[in-house]
């Protein structure tokens, strides 16, 4: 079955192969798609599964359903993003939106030496990240943190992957051959990684990628960056 | 000289070296950089020259200045992007955004057979536009049009490009090795082309494109297929 409509479940809300739907995802169900008992969907835990589930109860107060069958998926190759945090919250929440469609695993949302003091909204972040992988049928759901050392993300998440650090400096190298290993990637906020942030990559062992001669916005190599590595 | 900021001038308004600034680039340089006479500023014409501009004049009413260095930049691949037309404003705004930042040459916006019947805000566009040339400090003004028929888009810039379609069904291919032939790159609204759509581009020469295994929306698809034309 292949449904236009994906619906997200966390896996505790799954107990024998019955499902009870979060407010949002019922209120869906019944006020916009207007199901009945019996109409089947199809639904994912987040965690590599795409259900077809069967629908037991359909009330204001609760919908209900039942697991009819369950197509498994792949791993993804992992791919953590860290960006910098960037002031306009729309251009922030776009590179989470459009690294979900994109393939991250886990995003990385770091007050590095150069980002903006904004505070992130945990909660629109959340909603963004599941509304995308819904939107593009993703079975995984990716994590993300919010961190405030550079220095901590690259000495946490470097070891066993690739480190890939977007950058439009004449230093950077076009030379870049992506493949399924591991991957750190690295974007920095508007005014760029600091020259020690720099510094300290490469010592860590990072290759320092440039994205064309442009200049691009850290939303715009967020997407760049995944794209290649994601679909080259 | 590489300055932060970069200006755009339309080249009728630079003559024999003399430039005058169009008003919303004369109240930046005089309200938020508090320029003043002799200060030298970068300004691009939109046709491939980023110049060296000091200022002469710096007033309310009237910023003028005269070109002291001429950098004249090579020519672009040339990318058209056709992009179904999308309900979300947002969503398209900045899938034209993106797109300058990434290179494009022109962009139609196409009134295809499942796109929305959206009224297209022209002044947005055009600022949304020069935003991003500045931004990304690229010498060449992408044109842009509006197109009712996705044929004649076909019809009209085929010739002599190659012709490349993202689609996310089964019969796409990943077999794509871009290089720096002119391209027409195809992206549907959010319902896609419509068959007959397809069938007519494939039929007129174009290679469909698989970007991923995921459903990307339409703005993820306009990203993703210029980051692999240009920057792969």
Known sequence: MKEHFLFYVPPDEILDQKISFPEEEANHIVKVLRK?????IQVTDGVGNIMDVRLIEVDKNRVAGEVVKNYTSLAE????LAIGVIRQRERLEFAVEKAVELGVTRIVLVHSEYAEKMQIKAKRINKIIISAIKQSRRPWLPAWEERDSFYD???DYKDGRKVI??????EGTYDWKPDDSPMLLLVGPEGGFSEKEVEHAV????????????????ETAACALLTLANLM
């Open 153 to 155: 993300v690259l000495a």
């Open 203 to 218: 010592v860590s062992g990072a290759k320092i990628v440039r994205l064309g001669q442009k200049r691009l916005r850290t």
């Open 77 to 80: 190759p992992d791919r953590i």
């Open 165 to 170: 650090m977007a950058h439009s400096q004449e």
């Open 36 to 40: 009945r008992p019996g109409d089947v």
